[in-house]
């Protein structure tokens, strides 16, 4: 089991907006800013998308949105495209011994 | 542009020593404020993080891997390499190189960029 807890899935038609979960502890998310999201293809190596909360990494579009409450992150994609059909994975640094954590991650698919 | 290029053996045999290599591009390997890390994916599943070095040699590594990793890194070459001993099939995944952020000294942050990965199976 990861340490962080993300959606196996979610699923949404092309137009719409669907957020990811990340869920981590007070020893993680619910205590730092250092939380990031990356976007994985298939074969593909993960891309930044979302560091610290909130921040888009230049050339990432407006359409993919950072937040945080308490111990859970999340990922807005608004105005789904075929594009985005991807696994996303959320990280967070920790204060534990392990430092920086991952999420399972989650399968988006654009219907 | 910053580039990362991942470079080893895709097959090593049980109890022996996975050996990789990053090569950076684009940039200086001495950058302040960036390490450099490790990253394993097993197929079909999720992301590990094995550890990260600064061009000092200062390393971090996750517990769980800890006895069986070492990272080095060599500036002048603008590489940094991992190691990691005795390996078993639970070890066979595509394994990342990425510019590691750490803030304030302290805080380990995002990756970016990647390396595209390359595939190590564990097998005799």
């Not at chain 1, 994609?77 to 430092?99: H, K, M, V, W």
Request: overall charge neutral; some cysteine; charged content about 15%.
């Amino acid at each position: 089991q990861s340490a962080l807890t993300q959606p196996a899935s979610v699923s949404g038609s092309p137009g719409q907006s669907i957020t990811i979960s990340c869920t981590g502890t007070s020893s993680d998310i619910g205590t730092y800013v250092y939380v990031s999201w990356y976007q994985q293809h298939p074969g593909k190596a993960p891309k930044l998308m979302i560091y610290d909360v909130s921040d888009r990494p230049s050339g990432i579009s407006n359409r993919f949105s950072g937040s945080k409450s308490g111990n859970t992150a999340s990922l807005t994609i608004s105005g789904l495209q075929a594009e985005d059909e991807a696994d996303y994975y959320c990280s967070s640094y920790t204060t534990s011994s392990t430092l920086v954590l991952f999420g399972g991650g989650t399968r988006l698919t654009v219907l | 542009q910053l580039q990362l290029q991942e470079s080893g053996p895709g097959l090593v045999k049980p109890s022996e020593t996975l050996s990789l290599m990053c090569i950076v591009s684009g940039g200086s390997i001495s950058s302040s404020s960036y390490y450099w890390g490790w990253i394993r994916q097993p197929p079909g599943k999720g992301m590990e993080w094995i550890g990260s070095i600064f061009n000092s040699g200062s390393t971090y590594y996750t517990p769980s891997l800890k006895s069986r990793v070492t990272m080095f890194v060599d500036t002048s070459k603008n590489e940094f390499s991992l190691r990691l001993t005795s390996v078993t099939a639970a070890d066979t995944a595509v394994y990342y190189c990425a510019r590691h952020k750490r803030w304030g000294g302290y805080y380990f942050s995002w990756f970016d960029p990647w390396g595209q990965g390359t595939l190590v199976t564990v097998s005799s």
